[in-house]
């Protein structure tokens, strides 16, 4: 994988063999503290180019992942899809990974906020970004659906999560983008399920230290609703990045390298 942003990396590819299921996954070693992404549901574990070299430069280990049915992991049965955190457990034991900072993306951060409330004790710290939670309230969704009207579901899905500014200014990045959502799923989503119920409840239960992050154009997540999910978590941080939408990580690298670093290495665990 190599960016036109940053310099290009050579990481370890690999399969992870999980007795009911074989998940690729990338890896670029190391000794220092160990950073986990877990992927949108439109990308997989492959979109995370502009972040190999910045969090390796900063003496972190980075691991991704695609999630059962993503690019190069299998689907497994559709009849049962199995748990995602448990998939996740069972990766980070299969490398050699005990404590690990979460940095998830969108639908990843059902995942990782799943994953964080079975195995509180292996989470040194948790970041969300542009991610709707998996939360489910009465109140909660209904405001959801105010924001996004039934049509939303019909429009691409590059206008959907790139924001505006991206797709205006960067056509290679953009036509990049499309190309790795485009074989990000090729045999059809597969839908994981969830080992806790998440609620409100269940949110403020969660002990390590949380950064929530979205960008200000994003259509799923925009600031207000940031504010709101920042309610719920004790003592969590807060970043909205400027002219990004919902694939700030992409759109935006950078400032969402600094910002996740900045709050990682004030919660090392060394």
């Known amino acids: 994988m190599s960016s036109s942003r940053l310099p290009p990396l050579t990481v370890k590819e690999a399969i992870a063999d999980l007795g ?53 992991s299998d689907s497994g049965s559709i009849q049962n899809p199995g748990v995602a955190s448990e998939d996740l457990h069972r990766l980070l034991q299969h490398v050699n990974a005990d404590r690990i900072h979460l940095v998830a993306v969108a639908h990843g951060g059902y995942f990782a906020l799943d994953y964080s409330l079975s195995y509180p004790e292996k989470v040194i710290s948790l970041t969300l970004a542009s991610s709707m939670l998996g939360v489910r309230d009465e109140a909660y969704d209904a405001m959801q659906k105010r924001l996004r009207p039934a049509f939303f579901n019909d429009l691409p899905v590059d206008f959907k999560e790139l924001g505006p500014s991206y797709r205006a200014g960067n056509p290679e990045g953009h036509e990049q983008w499309k190309k790795m959502a485009t074989a990000a799923r090729p045999g059809g989503r597969v ?16 002990h390590p230290p949380v950064l929530l992050m979205t960008g200000d154009a994003d259509l799923y997540v925009p600031p207000s609703i940031l504010r709101l999910q920042l309610s719920h978590f004790p003592a969590a941080e807060s970043v909205v990045i400027t002219e990004a939408g919902h694939c700030a990580n992409w759109e935006q690298p950078e400032v969402f390298n600094k910002a996740v670093l900045d709050f990682i290495r004030k919660h090392s665990a060394r």
């Open 20 to 72: 009911d299921t074989r998940l690729w996954y990338w890896d670029t070693g190391g000794s220092g503290e160990i950073v986990v992404f877990l992927h949108a549901g439109s990308q997989s574990g492959a979109g995370w180019e502009y972040q190999q070299p910045a969090f390796v430069a900063a003496g972190y280990r980075a691991i991704g992942y695609s999630r059962r049915g993503y690019l190069n």
């Open 191 to 206: 839908m994981q399920k969830l080992k806790n119920p998440l609620s409100w409840q269940s949110v403020e239960k969660i």
